[in-house]
């Protein structure tokens, strides 16, 4: 990439937003990540180092989105990637889920997620170096898993998003791709799998690649997508699974 490019990452404290922030600040761009917990903000800020900045956010607060873009954009200059990573899931069946348990997942992860690229591809429209767009959905979009109906609900969603923002958003010169990240290491997974062997083991037996992912590699696919050298590519659901999709 010929110049520092400006990049902002929602839910960079911690699990795979982290590792994003990780790789693009290793790439010499100036990122922004956002947050919750003012803690957790500090520290991962000051484990990133100065070419990264925490702004104290949550996502679920959707009219503060505008001025939370404004504020972002007056920090970098301007925006040229957005990773829209942060999301919540929650495992309940589907008699235990109220309506407001659902409504909740939704709005964090779809409709901010709408609410922040519509306003950000507002900002990289009028830039002379228009931008890109990175979504996060989940193979619960493809499969049907048990106990995440808001989740898989939300991350469908999403992909739809995908589709029709690209197609939107590409005569304005700005591509919009997702991952689908298959089972990776992190304190959301964690907390899905640890304590439910049995949904572990499916999901092993069928990783032709033996392993639950890194975070970094969800990292490399988001710079890859980022970078000029995807730069024919949008509307593209990019799996990160290790095989688990095509695992037998
Ligand atoms: P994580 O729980 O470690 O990180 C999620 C981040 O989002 C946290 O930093 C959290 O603070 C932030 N966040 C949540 N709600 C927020 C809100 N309202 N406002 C601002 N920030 C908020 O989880 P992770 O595994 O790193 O997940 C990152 C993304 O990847 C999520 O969208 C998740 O759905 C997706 N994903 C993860 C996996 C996996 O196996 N870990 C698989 C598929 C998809």
């Known amino acids: 990439m010929a110049d520092a490019q400006k990049v902002l990452i929602t839910g960079g404290s911690s699990g795979i937003g982290f590792a994003i922030a990780e790789k693009f600040v290793r790439k010499q761009c100036d990122v922004v990540i956002t947050g919750r917990d003012r803690e957790k903000l500090d520290e991962a800020v000051s484990a990133l180092g100065s070419r990264c900045a925490g702004i104290r956010f949550d996502l679920a607060d959707l009219g503060g989105i505008p001025a939370f873009v404004q504020h972002v954009k007056e920090k970098l200059g301007r925006i040229d990637v957005l990773v829209n990573n942060a999301g919540i899931n929650q495992k309940k069946s589907i008699f235990e889920t109220t309506n407001e348990d659902f409504e909740r997942i939704v709005r964090v992860n779809t409709t901010a997620v709408f609410a922040l690229s519509r306003d950000v591809a507002a900002i990289m429209k009028e830039q002379e170096k228009k931008g890109s767009i990175i979504q996060i959905s989940s193979m619960t979009a493809a499969y049907g898993i048990p106990y995440v109906i808001s989740y898989s609900t939300s991350k469908s969603a999403v992909e739809g998003m995908t589709r029709a923002m690209a197609v939107e958003l590409s005569p304005l010169g700005i591509r919009v791709n997702c991952i689908a990240p298959g089972f990776i290491k992190t304190p959301m997974s964690s907390k899905a799998l640890d304590n439910d062997p049995q949904r572990k083991s499916k999901v092993m037996s069928r990783t032709p690649m033996g392993r639950l992912g890194c975070p970094s590699d ?31």
């Open 218 to 248: 969800i990292a490399d696919a988001a710079y890859f997508l980022a970078s000029g050298e995807a730069g024919y590519i949008t509307g593209e659901i990019l799996r990160v699974d290790g095989g688990n999709s095509i695992g037998f």
